[in-house]
C-alpha cells in the first residue's frame, strides 16, 4: 500500500475539519472528531498539526482559496453587467456544491471575528477585492467611478450572502437552483437600473 505523503494528509484533513464543523460548530469541531472524519489516526494528525489552531489557520485559507476560486475562474471577456452576474453566479455555484463549506464558512468567519479580531474580516475583504477588479476590468474601456464599483460589489456580496443563508437554513436543491435565477435577475435589474444613470470616470 503506497505510503500517504504528509501534504495530503494535511488536506485529507482540511477536508474532514470542514465537515466536522459544518456538523458540531468550532467548539463540537475536537482534534479526534476530524481525525476519525479523514479516517486517520489522531497521533497523525497532531504530526501534521501542532495545534487545532494551526489547523483551522489551514481552513480559513482552504475557505478564502475557495472564494478565490469562485471568482477567478469566472474570467471571460464581458461587459460590467456580464462580469458582475458571473461573480455572483460563481460564488453561489460555489455554495450550491457543498452545504457544509458553506456552514462551515459561516462558522469560521465568526470564530475568526472572535477569536483574532481583523482577520475575520480578511476573507471578505479578499474576496470584495477580487470583485472589485475584475468589474474595473470590464469596465476599461469606459471606467466607472469608484463608487459604482463599490456598490456593485455590495450588492453581489448581500445577494451571496442571503442565497447562502437559505441554502444553509433550508437545504432544498431546488429551491436553491431557482433562487440562482432569482438573485441573477435582481442583480440583472439593479444593475440596467444604476448603470443607465451612473456617469463614468472622467
Known amino acids: 500500500m503506497p505510503r500517504i505523503s504528509a501534504a495530503q494528509r494535511r488536506s485529507d484533513f482540511i477536508k474532514a475539519a470542514v465537515e466536522v464543523i459544518a456538523t458540531y460548530g468550532i467548539e463540537g469541531a475536537t482534534t479526534r472528531r476530524i481525525a476519525e472524519q479523514a479516517q486517520a489516526n489522531l497521533a497523525m494528525l497532531h504530526y501534521c498539526y501542532d495545534s487545532k489552531e494551526d489547523l483551522f489557520a489551514d481552513v480559513y485559507e482552504f475557505v478564502a482559496s475557495r472564494y478565490r476560486d469562485a471568482l477567478e475562474n469566472n474570467d471571460s471577456p464581458g461587459d460590467v453587467a456580464e462580469t458582475a452576474r458571473r461573480l455572483l453566479r460563481g460564488v453561489m455555484e460555489c455554495y450550491l456544491e457543498s452545504i457544509s463549506f458553506t456552514a462551515a464558512t459561516a462558522e469560521l468567519i465568526s470564530w475568526a471575528r472572535r477569536q483574532h479580531g ?65 438573485a441573477t435577475s435582481v442583480l440583472d435589474s439593479w444593475l440596467a437600473a444604476r448603470l443607465g444613470s451612473a456617469p463614468v470616470a472622467p
Open 118 to 182: 481583523d482577520r475575520g474580516i480578511a476573507v471578505y475583504d479578499k474576496a470584495l477585492e477580487t470583485v472589485r477588479t475584475a468589474l474595473r476590468d470590464a469596465a476599461s474601456d469606459q471606467p466607472l467611478e469608484p463608487e459604482i464599483v463599490e456598490e456593485i460589489a455590495f450588492v453581489i456580496a448581500t445577494l451571496a450572502d442571503g442565497f447562502a443563508a437559505n441554502w444553509l437554513t433550508y437545504g432544498d436543491r431546488s429551491a436553491a437552483l431557482a433562487q440562482m435565477e432569482l
